[in-house]
């Protein structure tokens, strides 16, 4: 399975934020900068954070995009359930045509591996993606 592009920016701007000690905002453009990616990017997987919230948007001097909770009561599983779009296949969404649906077992066979790689992402929270954050510091700096 391969995520999205959005979905990886998203881990990252999170990761990033969880770095912050004093859990002061950061703005887009200095994510952008960390990582060495379009702050226009950022901007959009940080609307989808906000409307999803994970994070706050605060205006203002001083503003910028701050997390909405700790980092330990962020699941990464959870953050690429409300990213990503999880059809991997067609009859995966509601208005399936397919005629052997019913009875196919790659159906179930996929499905158990998208449930599976679910539950190991599930294991872990932002708090564990953050664990080595002096290195992490200083690779983004």
Not at 28 to 40: F, K, M, P, R
Not at 109 to 125: I, K, M, P, S, V
């Amino acid at each position: 399975m391969q995520l999205t592009t959005h979905t990886d920016y998203a881990l990252r701007l999170l990761i990033y934020l969880a770095l912050s000690e004093d859990r002061a905002p950061a703005t887009v453009q200095e994510i952008a900068l960390s990582y060495g990616i379009s702050a226009n990017h950022v901007a959009k997987v940080a609307q989808t954070l906000v409307q999803q919230g994970y994070i706050h948007s605060l205006r203002g001097r001083g503003g910028g995009l701050a997390l909405a909770s700790r980092p330990d009561n962020v699941r990464v599983g959870s953050v690429v359930r409300d990213t990503e779009n999880l059809r991997l296949l067609e009859c995966f969404g509601p208005d399936s045509s397919c005629p052997i649906d019913p009875a196919c077992m790659l159906k179930k066979a996929l499905g158990r591996a998208q449930e599976a790689f679910l539950e190991e992402l599930d294991r872990y929270t932002l708090a564990d993606m953050v664990a080595n954050g002096g290195e992490l510091r200083h690779l983004l700096a």
